[in-house]
Protein backbone atom coordinates (compact mmCIF):
# COMPACT_ATOMS: atom_id res chain seq x y z
CA UNK A 1 0.00 0.00 0.00
CA UNK A 2 1.47 3.41 -1.17
CA UNK A 3 2.13 5.85 2.45
CA UNK A 4 0.08 8.54 2.27
CA UNK A 5 2.56 11.52 2.90
CA UNK A 6 0.41 13.26 5.92
CA UNK A 7 2.77 16.90 6.00
CA UNK A 8 2.00 17.36 2.53
CA UNK A 9 -1.72 15.86 2.32
CA UNK A 10 -2.11 18.61 5.37
CA UNK A 11 -1.33 21.38 3.27
CA UNK A 12 -3.05 20.60 0.33
CA UNK A 13 -6.79 21.77 2.06
CA UNK A 14 -7.54 23.53 -1.16
CA UNK A 15 -11.41 22.02 -1.28
CA UNK A 16 -14.01 23.50 0.41
CA UNK A 17 -14.46 20.98 3.18
CA UNK A 18 -12.13 18.07 3.43
CA UNK A 19 -14.08 15.90 5.88
CA UNK A 20 -12.49 14.26 9.04
CA UNK A 21 -15.03 11.59 9.78
CA UNK A 22 -15.89 9.76 6.22
CA UNK A 23 -17.49 6.19 7.40
CA UNK A 24 -19.69 5.27 10.48
CA UNK A 25 -17.05 2.54 10.99
CA UNK A 26 -14.52 5.47 11.75
CA UNK A 27 -15.55 4.46 15.59
CA UNK A 28 -14.81 2.44 18.51
CA UNK A 29 -15.86 -1.53 18.52
CA UNK A 30 -17.37 -1.20 21.77
CA UNK A 31 -19.83 1.07 20.32
CA UNK A 32 -20.84 -1.40 18.02
CA UNK A 33 -21.08 -4.37 20.60
CA UNK A 34 -23.40 -1.58 23.27
CA UNK A 35 -25.36 -0.65 20.44
CA UNK A 36 -26.43 -4.26 19.56
CA UNK A 37 -27.27 -4.67 23.21
CA UNK A 38 -28.76 -1.23 23.45
CA UNK A 39 -31.02 -1.74 20.34
CA UNK A 40 -32.22 -5.15 21.42
CA UNK A 41 -33.03 -4.72 25.15
CA UNK A 42 -33.75 -0.35 25.54
CA UNK A 43 -34.72 0.66 22.52
CA UNK A 44 -37.20 3.54 24.46
CA UNK A 45 -34.63 5.19 26.24
CA UNK A 46 -33.66 8.58 25.46
CA UNK A 47 -29.99 9.57 26.32
CA UNK A 48 -28.27 13.11 26.17
CA UNK A 49 -24.58 12.83 25.30
CA UNK A 50 -22.46 15.77 26.61
CA UNK A 51 -19.02 17.72 25.24
CA UNK A 52 -16.91 17.87 28.51
CA UNK A 53 -14.04 19.75 28.25
CA UNK A 54 -11.86 19.09 31.33
CA UNK A 55 -8.56 21.12 30.45
CA UNK A 56 -10.09 24.42 30.88
CA UNK A 57 -7.25 26.86 30.68
CA UNK A 58 -7.98 25.63 26.86
CA UNK A 59 -10.66 28.13 24.69
CA UNK A 60 -12.19 25.57 22.36
CA UNK A 61 -13.93 28.09 21.00
CA UNK A 62 -11.83 30.75 20.20
CA UNK A 63 -9.12 27.84 18.57
CA UNK A 64 -12.07 26.07 16.54
CA UNK A 65 -14.61 27.87 13.57
CA UNK A 66 -17.48 27.57 14.73
CA UNK A 67 -18.83 27.25 11.09
CA UNK A 68 -15.59 24.80 10.06
CA UNK A 69 -17.31 22.64 13.08
CA UNK A 70 -20.41 23.12 11.91
CA UNK A 71 -19.49 21.54 8.20
CA UNK A 72 -18.02 19.01 9.63
CA UNK A 73 -20.69 17.54 12.39
CA UNK A 74 -23.36 18.59 9.80
CA UNK A 75 -21.30 16.01 6.92
CA UNK A 76 -20.86 13.01 9.49
CA UNK A 77 -25.08 13.23 9.56
CA UNK A 78 -24.85 12.51 5.77
CA UNK A 79 -23.40 9.35 6.31
CA UNK A 80 -24.45 5.67 5.94
CA UNK A 81 -22.90 2.32 6.44
CA UNK A 82 -21.88 1.09 2.53
CA UNK A 83 -22.35 -2.16 1.67
CA UNK A 84 -19.33 -3.30 1.93
CA UNK A 85 -18.85 -2.09 5.19
CA UNK A 86 -22.38 -4.63 6.28
CA UNK A 87 -20.83 -7.63 4.44
CA UNK A 88 -17.87 -7.33 6.74
CA UNK A 89 -19.53 -6.65 10.05
CA UNK A 90 -21.87 -9.78 9.29
CA UNK A 91 -19.54 -11.75 8.05
CA UNK A 92 -16.37 -11.49 9.78
CA UNK A 93 -15.50 -13.02 13.03
CA UNK A 94 -15.03 -11.30 16.63
CA UNK A 95 -13.66 -12.86 19.73
CA UNK A 96 -13.25 -15.81 17.94
CA UNK A 97 -17.65 -15.76 16.89
CA UNK A 98 -19.28 -15.92 13.67
CA UNK A 99 -22.46 -13.35 13.34
CA UNK A 100 -21.63 -11.53 16.32
CA UNK A 101 -23.78 -8.89 15.14
CA UNK A 102 -27.55 -10.40 14.69
CA UNK A 103 -29.04 -9.93 11.17
CA UNK A 104 -32.18 -8.11 12.26
CA UNK A 105 -29.43 -5.42 13.96
CA UNK A 106 -27.79 -5.38 10.84
CA UNK A 107 -30.79 -4.83 8.68
CA UNK A 108 -31.61 -1.72 11.40
CA UNK A 109 -27.93 -0.75 10.90
CA UNK A 110 -28.03 -0.59 7.54
CA UNK A 111 -30.20 2.72 7.12
CA UNK A 112 -28.82 4.57 10.43
CA UNK A 113 -28.12 8.17 10.87
CA UNK A 114 -26.66 10.28 13.71
CA UNK A 115 -29.31 12.44 14.47
CA UNK A 116 -29.50 16.17 15.26
CA UNK A 117 -27.04 18.31 17.46
CA UNK A 118 -27.10 21.07 19.76
CA UNK A 119 -24.07 23.40 19.60
CA UNK A 120 -23.53 27.23 21.09
CA UNK A 121 -20.63 29.06 22.90
CA UNK A 122 -20.16 29.96 26.25
CA UNK A 123 -17.26 31.74 28.08
CA UNK A 124 -14.84 30.53 25.30
CA UNK A 125 -16.14 26.83 25.24
CA UNK A 126 -18.70 24.99 22.73
CA UNK A 127 -21.70 23.64 24.42
CA UNK A 128 -22.29 20.56 22.16
CA UNK A 129 -25.02 17.74 22.78
CA UNK A 130 -27.09 15.30 21.34
CA UNK A 131 -30.16 14.39 22.98
CA UNK A 132 -32.61 11.85 21.44
CA UNK A 133 -33.01 8.17 21.60
CA UNK A 134 -29.79 6.20 22.77
CA UNK A 135 -29.94 3.69 20.15
CA UNK A 136 -28.94 6.58 17.53
CA UNK A 137 -26.90 9.48 20.03
CA UNK A 138 -24.76 6.72 21.65
CA UNK A 139 -22.34 6.66 17.97
CA UNK A 140 -22.27 10.23 18.15
CA UNK A 141 -19.59 9.83 20.97
CA UNK A 142 -16.78 8.97 19.47
CA UNK A 143 -16.98 10.80 15.96
CA UNK A 144 -17.75 14.51 17.90
CA UNK A 145 -14.49 13.76 19.94
CA UNK A 146 -12.33 12.98 16.61
CA UNK A 147 -13.64 16.25 15.06
CA UNK A 148 -12.73 18.45 17.42
CA UNK A 149 -9.41 17.14 18.25
CA UNK A 150 -8.79 17.03 14.29
CA UNK A 151 -10.11 20.68 13.80
CA UNK A 152 -7.47 21.86 16.81
CA UNK A 153 -4.68 20.05 14.93
CA UNK A 154 -5.65 21.61 12.17
CA UNK A 155 -6.05 25.31 13.47
CA UNK A 156 -2.43 24.97 15.18
CA UNK A 157 -0.68 24.05 12.22
CA UNK A 158 -2.61 26.29 9.45
CA UNK A 159 0.51 28.56 9.54
CA UNK A 160 2.98 26.23 8.99
CA UNK A 161 4.58 25.67 5.36
CA UNK A 162 5.00 22.33 3.67
CA UNK A 163 8.64 22.51 4.96
CA UNK A 164 7.37 23.26 8.82
CA UNK A 165 4.98 20.41 8.25
CA UNK A 166 7.82 17.71 7.04
CA UNK A 167 9.50 18.40 9.90
CA UNK A 168 6.69 18.81 12.91
CA UNK A 169 5.78 14.63 11.47
CA UNK A 170 9.35 13.34 10.85
CA UNK A 171 9.64 14.54 14.23
CA UNK A 172 6.23 12.84 15.70
CA UNK A 173 7.50 9.78 13.81
CA UNK A 174 11.10 9.37 15.31
CA UNK A 175 9.11 10.12 18.59
CA UNK A 176 6.67 7.26 17.90
CA UNK A 177 9.16 4.94 16.34
CA UNK A 178 11.11 5.12 19.48
CA UNK A 179 8.66 3.79 21.52
CA UNK A 180 7.99 1.16 19.44
CA UNK A 181 11.01 -0.11 19.70
CA UNK A 182 11.45 -0.06 23.38
CA UNK A 183 7.95 -2.21 23.75
CA UNK A 184 9.48 -4.57 21.15
CA UNK A 185 12.41 -4.89 24.24
CA UNK A 186 9.12 -6.84 25.95
CA UNK A 187 8.67 -10.58 25.49
CA UNK A 188 5.35 -11.77 25.33
CA UNK A 189 3.71 -7.97 25.51
CA UNK A 190 0.22 -7.18 23.99
CA UNK A 191 -0.31 -4.20 22.68
CA UNK A 192 -3.59 -2.51 20.89
CA UNK A 193 -4.66 1.16 19.30
CA UNK A 194 -7.35 2.63 21.73
CA UNK A 195 -6.71 5.76 20.67
CA UNK A 196 -9.42 6.82 18.02
CA UNK A 197 -11.32 9.51 20.33
CA UNK A 198 -8.45 12.08 20.93
CA UNK A 199 -5.91 11.61 17.81
CA UNK A 200 -3.95 14.06 16.18
CA UNK A 201 -5.80 13.17 13.15
CA UNK A 202 -7.45 10.03 11.16
CA UNK A 203 -4.53 10.15 9.08
CA UNK A 204 -2.36 9.93 11.73
CA UNK A 205 -3.86 7.30 13.60
CA UNK A 206 -3.43 5.51 10.55
CA UNK A 207 -0.12 5.76 10.53
CA UNK A 208 0.41 4.60 13.93
CA UNK A 209 -1.41 1.49 13.37
CA UNK A 210 0.14 0.27 10.43
CA UNK A 211 3.67 1.47 12.30
CA UNK A 212 3.06 -0.43 15.17
CA UNK A 213 1.67 -3.79 12.73
CA UNK A 214 5.00 -3.63 11.54
CA UNK A 215 7.37 -2.87 13.99
CA UNK A 216 6.08 -5.07 17.21
CA UNK A 217 4.41 -7.79 14.63
CA UNK A 218 2.24 -10.19 16.58
CA UNK A 219 2.57 -8.44 20.16
CA UNK A 220 0.31 -6.11 18.07
CA UNK A 221 -3.48 -7.43 18.80
CA UNK A 222 -5.45 -4.90 16.66
CA UNK A 223 -7.40 -1.48 17.00
CA UNK A 224 -10.56 -0.45 18.88
CA UNK A 225 -11.06 1.40 15.22
CA UNK A 226 -13.29 -0.73 13.41
CA UNK A 227 -12.48 1.03 10.06
CA UNK A 228 -8.77 0.64 10.22
CA UNK A 229 -9.40 -2.93 11.81
CA UNK A 230 -11.43 -3.85 8.33
CA UNK A 231 -9.05 -1.83 6.18
CA UNK A 232 -5.65 -3.54 7.54
CA UNK A 233 -6.98 -6.96 8.42
CA UNK A 234 -6.53 -6.14 12.22
CA UNK A 235 -8.72 -7.37 15.46
CA UNK A 236 -11.23 -5.12 16.11
CA UNK A 237 -11.28 -5.05 20.39
CA UNK A 238 -13.55 -3.87 22.44
CA UNK A 239 -15.87 -4.45 24.82
CA UNK A 240 -18.42 -1.74 26.85
CA UNK A 241 -17.81 1.52 28.87
CA UNK A 242 -19.27 3.57 31.22
CA UNK A 243 -22.06 4.59 30.04
CA UNK A 244 -23.99 1.22 30.27
CA UNK A 245 -23.61 1.26 34.45
CA UNK A 246 -24.55 5.68 33.93
CA UNK A 247 -27.69 4.89 32.51
CA UNK A 248 -28.77 2.40 34.03
CA UNK A 249 -28.22 3.65 37.26
CA UNK A 250 -30.21 7.39 35.86
CA UNK A 251 -33.21 5.02 35.64
CA UNK A 252 -32.85 3.51 39.02
CA UNK A 253 -36.09 3.95 41.34
CA UNK A 254 -34.54 3.16 44.70
CA UNK A 255 -31.05 3.14 46.19
CA UNK A 256 -31.54 -0.49 46.27
CA UNK A 257 -31.27 -0.23 42.43
CA UNK A 258 -29.06 2.30 42.20
CA UNK A 259 -26.58 0.02 44.27
CA UNK A 260 -27.52 -3.34 41.61
CA UNK A 261 -27.14 -1.20 38.23
CA UNK A 262 -23.45 -1.90 38.29
CA UNK A 263 -24.29 -6.21 38.26
CA UNK A 264 -27.63 -5.48 36.06
CA UNK A 265 -24.96 -4.42 33.14
CA UNK A 266 -23.54 -7.46 33.25
CA UNK A 267 -25.94 -9.48 33.29
CA UNK A 268 -27.49 -8.22 30.22
CA UNK A 269 -24.53 -7.89 29.13
CA UNK A 270 -23.74 -11.50 29.20
CA UNK A 271 -27.13 -12.30 27.39
CA UNK A 272 -25.52 -10.91 24.41
CA UNK A 273 -22.23 -11.88 24.43
CA UNK A 274 -19.65 -14.42 26.11
CA UNK A 275 -16.18 -15.85 26.40
CA UNK A 276 -13.64 -12.82 25.52
CA UNK A 277 -16.52 -10.23 25.94
CA UNK A 278 -17.03 -10.68 30.12
CA UNK A 279 -14.48 -7.92 30.30
CA UNK A 280 -15.49 -5.87 33.76
CA UNK A 281 -15.24 -2.25 33.90
CA UNK A 282 -15.41 -1.39 37.23
CA UNK A 283 -15.19 2.27 38.44
CA UNK A 284 -18.06 3.88 37.22
CA UNK A 285 -19.15 4.56 40.63
CA UNK A 286 -15.73 3.59 42.26
CA UNK A 287 -13.78 -0.06 42.29
CA UNK A 288 -13.72 -0.47 45.86
CA UNK A 289 -17.66 -0.01 46.18
CA UNK A 290 -17.55 -2.40 42.83
CA UNK A 291 -15.59 -5.02 44.54
CA UNK A 292 -17.55 -4.77 48.19
CA UNK A 293 -20.50 -5.66 47.02
CA UNK A 294 -20.29 -7.69 43.90
CA UNK A 295 -21.94 -10.95 43.21
CA UNK A 296 -19.84 -14.41 43.04
CA UNK A 297 -20.24 -15.19 39.54
CA UNK A 298 -18.80 -11.74 38.70
CA UNK A 299 -15.35 -13.38 39.31
CA UNK A 300 -16.03 -15.94 37.03
CA UNK A 301 -15.90 -13.55 33.90
CA UNK A 302 -12.96 -13.13 31.99
CA UNK A 303 -11.16 -10.32 33.50
CA UNK A 304 -10.86 -6.52 34.41
CA UNK A 305 -10.03 -3.16 32.26
CA UNK A 306 -9.38 -1.16 35.78
CA UNK A 307 -9.83 2.41 34.29
CA UNK A 308 -8.98 5.31 36.50
CA UNK A 309 -6.94 3.91 39.26
CA UNK A 310 -3.06 4.11 38.52
CA UNK A 311 -2.51 0.72 36.97
CA UNK A 312 -0.40 -1.38 39.30
CA UNK A 313 -2.62 -0.29 42.47
CA UNK A 314 -5.88 -0.89 40.54
CA UNK A 315 -4.65 -4.04 39.09
CA UNK A 316 -3.86 -4.98 42.75
CA UNK A 317 -6.87 -4.32 43.95
CA UNK A 318 -8.36 -6.50 41.46
CA UNK A 319 -5.68 -9.56 41.82
CA UNK A 320 -6.63 -9.52 45.71
CA UNK A 321 -10.29 -9.59 45.23
CA UNK A 322 -9.52 -12.72 42.62
CA UNK A 323 -8.06 -14.56 45.58
CA UNK A 324 -9.97 -14.22 48.14
CA UNK A 325 -13.26 -15.67 45.32
CA UNK A 326 -10.66 -18.44 44.92
CA UNK A 327 -9.63 -17.91 41.43
CA UNK A 328 -6.19 -17.98 39.82
CA UNK A 329 -5.15 -14.69 38.73
CA UNK A 330 -3.18 -16.43 36.26
CA UNK A 331 -5.64 -17.56 33.98
CA UNK A 332 -7.57 -14.28 34.47
CA UNK A 333 -6.61 -11.20 32.65
CA UNK A 334 -6.22 -7.23 33.34
CA UNK A 335 -6.25 -4.63 30.39
CA UNK A 336 -4.80 -1.57 31.13
CA UNK A 337 -6.00 1.49 29.75
CA UNK A 338 -6.25 4.61 31.10
CA UNK A 339 -3.85 7.78 29.60
CA UNK A 340 -1.01 5.27 29.30
CA UNK A 341 2.68 6.02 28.74
CA UNK A 342 5.87 3.84 27.06
CA UNK A 343 6.86 4.31 30.73
CA UNK A 344 3.70 3.51 32.30
CA UNK A 345 3.31 0.51 30.18
CA UNK A 346 6.94 -0.97 30.78
CA UNK A 347 6.72 -0.48 34.82
CA UNK A 348 3.45 -2.21 34.56
CA UNK A 349 4.49 -5.20 32.39
CA UNK A 350 7.28 -5.97 34.81
CA UNK A 351 5.44 -5.29 37.89
CA UNK A 352 2.31 -7.88 36.63
CA UNK A 353 4.51 -10.21 34.74
CA UNK A 354 4.43 -13.43 35.38
CA UNK A 355 1.22 -12.23 38.25
CA UNK A 356 -1.44 -12.12 35.40
CA UNK A 357 -2.31 -12.09 31.69
CA UNK A 358 -2.46 -8.83 31.04
CA UNK A 359 -3.22 -6.23 27.84
CA UNK A 360 -2.49 -2.58 27.13
CA UNK A 361 -4.54 -0.39 25.19
CA UNK A 362 -2.71 2.45 23.98
CA UNK A 363 -4.48 5.65 23.59
CA UNK A 364 -3.69 9.32 22.97
CA UNK A 365 -0.69 9.02 23.97
CA UNK A 366 -0.08 6.64 20.90
CA UNK A 367 -2.15 8.74 18.35
CA UNK A 368 -1.16 12.25 19.85
CA UNK A 369 1.77 12.83 20.95
CA UNK A 370 2.86 15.62 19.54
CA UNK A 371 4.88 17.40 22.56
CA UNK A 372 8.19 19.12 21.57
CA UNK A 373 7.68 18.02 18.06
CA UNK A 374 6.86 21.54 16.80
CA UNK A 375 9.25 23.39 14.33
CA UNK A 376 7.95 26.48 16.71
CA UNK A 377 7.24 26.92 20.74
CA UNK A 378 3.23 26.13 21.20
CA UNK A 379 1.28 24.23 23.07
CA UNK A 380 -1.78 23.99 20.51
CA UNK A 381 -0.79 20.39 19.74
CA UNK A 382 -0.84 19.17 22.47
CA UNK A 383 -3.35 16.74 23.58
CA UNK A 384 -6.46 17.89 26.33
CA UNK A 385 -8.52 16.32 28.03
CA UNK A 386 -11.51 15.93 25.76
CA UNK A 387 -14.61 13.45 26.57
CA UNK A 388 -18.20 13.34 25.69
CA UNK A 389 -20.14 11.57 28.28
CA UNK A 390 -23.99 10.60 28.39
CA UNK A 391 -25.52 13.30 30.95
CA UNK A 392 -29.10 12.55 31.02
CA UNK A 393 -31.35 9.65 30.49
CA UNK A 394 -35.19 9.65 30.36
CA UNK A 395 -34.86 13.12 31.57
CA UNK A 396 -32.23 12.01 34.90
CA UNK A 397 -29.33 13.45 35.75
CA UNK A 398 -26.42 10.79 34.79
CA UNK A 399 -23.54 10.48 37.04
CA UNK A 400 -19.97 9.29 37.02
CA UNK A 401 -18.03 8.93 39.50
CA UNK A 402 -14.60 7.55 38.94
CA UNK A 403 -11.63 6.41 41.09
CA UNK A 404 -9.85 9.64 40.14
CA UNK A 405 -12.69 12.32 41.73
CA UNK A 406 -10.92 14.94 39.30
CA UNK A 407 -12.83 12.44 36.60
CA UNK A 408 -16.01 12.48 37.91
CA UNK A 409 -19.31 13.67 35.38
CA UNK A 410 -22.00 14.92 36.24
CA UNK A 411 -25.01 17.26 38.59
CA UNK A 412 -23.00 18.34 42.17
CA UNK A 413 -25.75 17.22 43.90
CA UNK A 414 -26.47 13.68 42.18
CA UNK A 415 -23.05 13.08 42.81
CA UNK A 416 -23.09 13.69 46.62
CA UNK A 417 -26.16 11.67 46.54
CA UNK A 418 -24.04 8.55 44.60
CA UNK A 419 -21.31 9.34 47.20
CA UNK A 420 -23.25 8.78 49.65
CA UNK A 421 -24.76 5.13 48.04
CA UNK A 422 -21.69 3.92 47.06
CA UNK A 423 -18.91 5.36 49.49
CA UNK A 424 -15.85 7.30 48.44
CA UNK A 425 -13.03 4.41 49.39
CA UNK A 426 -10.42 4.18 46.85
CA UNK A 427 -11.10 7.20 45.49
CA UNK A 428 -7.81 8.97 44.56
CA UNK A 429 -7.40 12.55 43.40
CA UNK A 430 -4.71 12.21 40.19
CA UNK A 431 -3.85 15.32 37.37
CA UNK A 432 -5.91 14.19 34.42
CA UNK A 433 -3.90 15.06 31.14
CA UNK A 434 -5.50 13.11 28.74
Known amino acids: MAKTDIARRVYNHTWKLDPIVRS ?16 GMYPKVDATFSLINRTTSVRLADEIDEQELRDQLDHARTLRFSKKEMIWLGGNNFYGRKQIFE ?4 AWLEGFRLPDYELSRRDGQYELSFPGPWMYTTLWEIPALAIINELRSRAAMRSYGPFALDVLYARAKAKMWAKTER ?27 EALKEGIGEAFTGTSNVLLAMDNDLEALGTNAHELPMVFAALANSEQELR ?3 YKVLQDWQRYYGGNLL ?17 DWVADWTGFRPDSAPPIEGGEKIIDWWRKKGKDPKQKLLIFSDGLEVETIEETYRHFRGKVRMSFGWGTNLTNDFEGCAPTETDSLDAISLVCKVTEANGRPAVKLSDNPAKATGDEKEIKRYLRIFGEKGRVEQLVKV
Not at 24 to 34: A, N
Not at 183 to 198: Q, V
Not at 279 to 295: E, H, M, N, Q, Y
Request: aromatic share 14%; glycine share 4%.
Open 279 to 295: IVLPDAFGTDSFLRDAP
Open 183 to 209: LKALPGIRISDFGTRRRHSFLWQRWCV
Open 24 to 39: LLDTDFYKLLMLQMIW
Open 103 to 106: PEFL
Open 260 to 262: EAP
